[in-house]
């Protein structure tokens, strides 16, 4: 069988165009038309027929700027949703009560995870300058500090799991939860989208 082809986000921003501009024009014609009384209501294959028609009848570059447009106005509003964490536009991976919930835990939190590539960095132009004798302690506590951080991403994804159930119940756990903590838990802090809503030590409850 053939693999079904993944949509870019391109695609998905003009989709998402797509859809708030029928549902705009749908309300403002709604809005407009009188209600005739006796009428038939459309079939169901009359308005998807409708809905598939071009916003700008015969007019193809027009469409393709207005679609632009719209996919322009959607990169927008997901960049703002980014910082005030609005649900309506983040991307998918984003959305959710659980994914916000998960979000403010890992944020509140201070982690080793989180300075993990810092300290990498630092240790890599320091060991140019360093002696043998030092860059291999200094080898010897990297190599520490990674298993410490393997023991703290299965502390994170187990607390998440469990923090999860009981809120939502274990039921109710979405998908990929854990995995979507440890991907947060491994980034600095001011390079987490969404950006952190609150403060370290402001735990949700």
Partial sequence: ????????????????????????????????????????????????????RPLVAGDRKAAKK???????????????????????????????????FIRDYIDARTGIGEWLLVIVLIFLFASFIMTEEARATSAFTLWFLMLAVIVECWW?????????DAKFGAENREKGIRFYALMRALQMRPLRLPKPLVRRGEFPS
């Fill in 156 to 164: 994170v994804a187990r607390q998440a799991r469990r923090k999860i």
């Fill in 1 to 52: 069988m053939l693999r079904r082809k993944k949509k870019t986000q391109d695609e998905v921003l003009a989709e998402q165009a797509q859809a708030e501009a029928e549902r705009q024009a749908e309300k403002e014609r709604q809005r407009k038309l009188p209600e005739k009384k006796g009428v038939p209501t459309p079939k169901r294959k009359e308005q998807e027929r409708a809905r598939r």
């Fill in 66 to 100: 207005l679609q632009r447009q719209q996919i322009a106005d959607q990169r927008a509003k997901m960049r703002q949703a980014m910082e005030t964490g609005d649900e309506r536009y983040l991307p998918l991976r984003d959305r959710g009560r659980q994914k916000r």
